[in-house]
Each structure stands twice: as C-alpha cells, then as structure tokens.
C-alpha cells in the first residue's frame, strides 16, 4: 500500500539540506505590556541559510577579504 503524497516522510537530514539549500527566513514580534500599556515591543527577523545559497561573494574564496572602494 502506498502513502499519498501529502502524509509522506521526510527524513531530518533531508529536511535540514532543503532549508540550507533555499533559506527560510523566520520572524515574529514580542509585545510586553500591563495594563493595556505597551512598554517593549521587538520585532525579531532572522535569515538561516548556507553560505554557498546566498550568493558567489559569500559563497567563493577570498570573499570574506576586505573590499576597497574608490
């Protein structure tokens, strides 16, 4: 008996490379309030990905030497 599609398992490591592969960008905001008086809020924006995904000037050797501009 075959599984469809939609309840097919997908192994961790394999899961861990598509997100490396493509990146995902993960975000949320934190809101600290009494009193129907907001005292804090943060707005957190975090971008987890591989090196070699987010471009030739992270990705190849020497890119992380220091750059002159004119």
Do not use: H, N
């Amino acid at each position: 008996m075959t599984r469809p599609d939609s309840e097919r398992r997908v192994a961790l490591i394999d899961l861990l490379d598509r997100v490396l592969a493509g990146g995902v960008v993960i975000s949320g905001d934190i809101k600290l309030s009494i009193a129907d008086v907001d005292l804090v809020q943060i707005s957190l924006r975090a971008l987890i990905s591989s090196i070699s995904a987010l471009g030739p000037e992270f990705g190849s050797e020497g890119a992380l030497e220091p750059r002159l501009y004119d």
